[in-house]
């Protein structure tokens, strides 16, 4: 069974900077396309990130480029979210997901996503 836990969040200040962690169990993340997503109250689930089995190729969707960076430690069976320049927009419930075929390619969309975390909420105040 895999499993997947986010860790990291909290409240911060505008301006502030958090780091995401997603542990994953049951399976080696070494060769799976990772990424993370966030769902802010009253509003549909947003794409944040996604890293490839590698950690060579990255994307970001435009509101976080500069400011987010998603990295992985497939020693660890780690995926992490590095998060800067925070905004009070960015609140929201950050979950991360993996795609279940070794070597598939990166995508934003969620329902290519087969395994997924509970979240950690983040609370950016102004």
């Known amino acids: 069974q895999v499993q997947l836990v986010e860790s990291g969040g909290g409240l911060v200040q505008a301006g502030g900077s958090l780091r995401l962690s997603c542990v994953v169990s049951g399976r080696t993340i070494s060769d799976l396309p990772m990424g993370w997503f966030r769902q802010a109250p009253g509003k549909e689930r947003e794409f944040v990130a996604t890293i490839d089995w590698s950690g060579n190729y990255r994307y970001y969707t435009n509101s976080v480029k500069g400011r987010f960076t998603i990295s992985r430690d497939n020693a660890e069976n780690t995926v992490f979210l590095q998060m800067m320049s925070l905004k009070p927009e960015d609140t929201a419930v950050y979950s991360c997901?993996?795609?279940?075929?070794?070597?598939?390619?990166?995508?934003?969309?969620?329902?290519?996503?087969?395994?997924w975390g509970q979240g950690t909420q983040v609370t950016v105040s102004s």
């Open positions: 997901a993996a795609r279940r075929t070794a070597y598939s390619g990166t995508t934003a969309a969620a329902g290519s996503y087969d395994y």
